[in-house]
């Protein structure tokens, strides 16, 4: 078998010189190859070969080819396809209307999901392969996989998330002839494996209670039943939402978010002092110590900053809810710092797009985005095992029977 193979390389090999004229004999090869499939796709569509006289009289027959132009990883390749009389033939090997083999199709896709403008694709595209590729085909490539993206959004999920976190990254977005600010609002659990998953994103241009009720919405008829502990940043609306949604769901606010929130207000000599005044009430060993340093913070710096104190007493439940478990699912939920890791892995494919053309084009490189982070988050989180079983011990029978399942 070797042996053949060998012969047959150098049989093909024995006219090149140059790395162009090996390139040209591949194409050579591989338009002869296409060709030779159509012919027993024919074949089989007519049920006899060429030539044969097992077609007389069979009501359909052969009627000549037509041409078509094709881009592949070869340049351009020009294809004589088949036709029958009856119009009935289907080639498969290359589909009617398509313009350019699979191959091609997904390393355009896959220049896409690494960030590649159009424009650096149609450059890439023409020095490597010799072929010219229109934005307009690049849409239409990328296109093919909105239904995948649909898929995946409205994929079935678990019955029950023990935490996830909800954040905002913000794009800008071409609508009705002019350019504005959206947001990608991300759901990202934390499964009974302690494994991350993102449950979806939701493109909008205003977060409000309503807007989060339908996120809500969407989970629970995706399957969710219970979420345990959810953990935001300051997303207007959300906690209506999901009170409504899932009234048991525990929410805490980001402490990490309030704290650069509150020290937006304190001029750059003091910044060291306030931080380390709020040092003390977030990381206080119990609620009553947290309360206690906060009531001395309030003491010092409440007439001087009321904006960050009357910020942190709005918030106040939200803000210590962290306090109700163990240092291993404390060090999990004060922060929303998991999230916003998956958020700057989205920023490194992003960054070099100023604007978005529409909602499906800023869809299409985030779900290729998360597809792509995603296949990284094989393992639980550090410490899962232990934050899993206080978990269990503090939220009883909600826990027991995905354990025991």
């Given at each position: 078998m070797q042996d053949m193979k060998d012969k047959t390389i150098k049989e093909l090999a024995k006219d090149c010189r140059t790395v162009e004229d090996v390139h040209e004999m591949l194409k050579n090869l591989f338009k002869d190859t296409i060709q030779q499939l159509f012919e027993a796709e024919m074949d089989e569509h007519l049920g006899y070969s060429k030539h044969s006289s097992d077609g007389d009289n069979t009501g359909n027959s052969r009627n000549g080819y037509?041409?078509?132009?094709?881009?592949?990883?070869?340049?351009?390749?020009?294809?004589?396809?088949?036709?029958?009389?009856?119009?009935?033939?289907?080639?498969?090997?290359?589909?009617?209307?398509?313009?350019?083999?699979?191959?091609?199709?997904?390393?355009?896709?896959?220049?896409?999901?690494?960030?590649?403008?159009?424009?650096?694709i149609e450059d890439h595209m023409k020095d490597l392969y010799g072929i010219d590729v229109s934005p307009t085909m690049i849409s239409k490539v990328t296109d093919k996989i909105m239904p995948l993206v649909s898929e995946w959004q409205s994929r079935p999920l678990e019955r029950v998330y023990p935490i996830v976190f909800l954040d905002a990254?913000?794009?800008?977005?071409?609508?009705?002839?002019?350019?504005?600010?959206?947001?990608?609002?991300?759901?990202?659990?934390?499964?009974?494996?302690?494994?991350?998953?993102?449950?979806?994103?939701?493109?909008?241009?205003?977060?409000?209670?309503?807007?989060?009720?339908?996120v809500c919405t969407e989970l629970k008829s995706r399957g969710v039943e219970d979420i345990l502990i959810a953990c935001k940043d300051g997303l207007s609306g959300f906690s209506e939402a999901i009170n409504a949604a899932f009234p048991r769901t525990q929410i805490q606010l980001c402490v990490i978010h309030q704290i650069r929130n509150s020290?937006?207000?304190?001029?750059?000599?003091?910044?060291?002092?306030?931080?380390?005044?709020?040092?003390?009430?977030?990381?206080?060993?119990?609620?009553e110590e947290a309360e206690t340093a906060f009531a001395a913070f309030k003491e010092k710096w409440g007439k001087k900053y009321p904006i960050i104190i009357r910020s942190w007493e709005n918030n106040w439940i939200e803000l210590t809810a962290y306090f109700s478990y163990p240092a291993e699912i404390r060090r999990m939920i004060y922060t929303t710092n998991i999230i916003e890791g998956y958020h700057r892995q989205l920023?490194?494919?992003?960054?070099?797009?100023?604007?978005?053309?529409?909602?499906?084009?800023?869809?299409?490189?985030?779900?290729?985005?998360?597809?792509?982070?995603?296949?990284?988050?094989?393992?639980?989180?550090?410490?899962?095992?232990?934050?899993?079983?206080?978990?269990?011990?503090?939220?009883?029978?909600?826990?027991?029977?995905?354990?025991?399942?």
């Open positions: 037509s041409k078509k132009t094709i881009k592949t990883k070869f340049g351009n390749t020009e294809l004589n396809v088949p036709r029958d009389r009856n119009s009935e033939f289907e080639p498969q090997v290359v589909k009617k209307h398509e313009t350019s083999v699979n191959g091609l199709e997904e390393q355009i896709i896959g220049l896409y999901a690494k960030g590649m403008s159009t424009r650096d990254i913000h794009f800008k977005v071409r609508q009705d002839s002019r350019i504005i600010n959206k947001a990608a609002y991300s759901v990202l659990g934390i499964n009974m494996a302690g494994q991350k998953d993102i449950l979806g994103i939701w493109i909008g241009e205003h977060e409000s209670a309503s807007f989060w009720l339908n020290m937006k207000y304190v001029p750059f000599k003091e910044e060291r002092a306030v931080l380390a005044d709020l040092k003390k009430v977030y990381q206080a060993l119990t609620l920023r490194k494919v992003t960054k070099t797009k100023t604007a978005y053309p529409s909602d499906d084009a800023l869809r299409k490189i985030i779900y290729l985005a998360t597809i792509d982070a995603s296949k990284k988050w094989t393992m639980p989180l550090r410490s899962w095992k232990e934050c899993i079983s206080q978990l269990a011990i503090h939220f009883g029978d909600r826990l027991q029977v995905e354990l025991s399942a």
